[in-house]
């Protein structure tokens, strides 16, 4: 059972907008500790996307977003397309002195 | 770039050293961390050193029985797992704390796979 909360799956059309909800609790993200999100293709390294809730390293296209709300953060991918078929974790820090990991979602493009 | 190695197949209650050697990167000024994927399930964080050395914290589930350390004169982390269990069993990937990006994983390797099964 993660500390964090994500949808096994999502899923959509090339072109569209999906979302990923990420949900923690009082004791992680409600305690006002950053959100991260990383993208995993299966058999390569991870990467990150969004650190600080909302802000984007160079090299990561500005169809990737993050945002964050009281105990909740989401990353919405716009213009979705092919290549972002992949596993998307969000990562927050919690007061038992843990780094913890959402269960991960698995983005389908149809 | 971090290049992992060291995993294996190993017997419930064995031991196994993983290394990850970091190349063009100025190694000591980073905080370093282990992270491990279990088998069709999330990942998981497992252990964080200082740039130093002088200080390491662990998940729950690996304290007592896993040592992360480092040799900056070698830009080589490593993980030292001792009892190793059924469910020690995942991809372990050595990951970088950002200066930058707030501490955020933000450099991973490929991973290096390790079974635990008799």
């Known amino acids: 059972q993660s500390a964090l909360t994500q949808p096994p799956s999502v899923s959509g059309a090339p072109g569209q907008r999906v979302t990923i909800p990420c949900t923690g609790s009082n004791s992680n993200i409600g305690a006002g500790y950053h959100v991260q999100w990383y993208q995993h293709v299966p058999g390569t390294a991870p990467k990150l996307l969004i650190y600080v809730n909302t802000n984007r390293p160079s090299g990561v296209p500005d169809r990737f977003s993050g945002s964050k709300s009281g105990t909740s953060a989401s990353l919405a991918i716009s213009g979705l397309q092919a290549e972002d078929e992949a596993d998307y974790y969000c990562?927050?820090?919690?007061?038992?002195?843990?780094?913890?990991f959402g269960g991960g979602t698995k983005l389908t493009v149809l | 770039q971090l290049v992992e190695s060291g995993g294996g197949l190993v017997q419930p209650g064995g031991s196994l050293r993983l290394s990850c050697a970091a190349s063009?990167?100025?190694?000591?000024?980073?905080?370093m961390s282990w992270v491990r994927q279990t088998p069709g399930k999330g990942l998981e964080w497992v252990a964080n050193?200082?740039?130093?050395?002088?200080?390491?914290y662990y998940v729950d589930s690996v304290k007592g029985r896993f040592n992360i350390s480092r040799d900056n004169a070698k830009n080589s982390l490593y993980l030292h797992m001792n009892g190793l269990r059924v469910d020690d069993t995942a991809v372990y990937y050595c990951?970088?704390?950002?200066?930058?990006?707030?501490?955020?994983?933000?450099?991973w390797g490929q991973g290096t796979m390790v079974t635990v099964s008799s």
């Open positions: 990562q927050s820090f919690d007061r038992s002195l843990s780094e913890v």
């Open positions: 990951a970088r704390r950002g200066l930058t990006t707030s501490g955020a994983f933000d450099l």
């Open positions: 063009g990167l100025p190694f000591t000024h980073y905080w």
């Open positions: 050193i200082k740039h130093d050395g002088s200080e390491e």
